[in-house]
């Protein structure tokens, strides 16, 4: 009986003090903006160069309006693929009929907030290259204090 009596009473305590604990912290929403720019590239281009680039530049932004400068150092020269920092997603939903993903070949963090990644047509595939059209991309960003997107168009002439 003191045996079950234990068991039941840790049980209580174990399950009270569950209850009772802070929650986990949660990544807190920033406000992502972003817009794209054709920069060097135009229709018919490829290859990762500077000539060949185009830019998104993202502007990340708390709630109060202030800007979130910590999510990533600067990484690449443009000339070749590079890993967004951890926590950084870029996807490309939509490409003109024919078209390839892109190929992030910089990330520079600008500060205030502030952020660029300088993109080609998918690398991996000498067949690629930019094609005149919209291309429809989305920028996340979702580390353990951070949490937020937007969506954005690249249009290429």
Request: aromatic content about 6%; proline content about 6%.
């Amino acid at each position: 009986m003191n045996t079950r009596h234990f068991l039941v009473s840790s049980a209580l305590a174990t399950a009270l003090a569950v209850a009772l604990a802070p929650p986990a912290a949660q990544a807190a929403a920033v406000t992502v903006q972003t817009e794209a720019t054709a920069s060097n590239a135009s229709a018919g281009e490829s290859g990762a160069t500077i000539a060949s680039s185009a830019l998104v530049e993202v502007l990340v932004t708390d709630a109060n309006g202030v800007p979130v400068s910590n999510l990533g150092a600067t990484v690449g020269s443009g000339t070749s693929a590079v890993t967004l920092p951890a926590g950084w997603d870029l996807q490309t939903p939509a490409v003109p009929p024919g078209g390839c993903l892109f190929t992030p070949t910089q990330f520079i963090n600008s500060a205030n907030g502030q952020y660029s990644i300088r993109l080609v047509p998918f690398v991996s595939n000498p067949a690629c290259h930019w094609l005149a059209g919209d291309y429809v991309y989305s920028v996340q960003i979702r580390t353990s204090t951070h949490n937020g997107g937007a969506l954005g168009k690249l249009t290429i002439r």
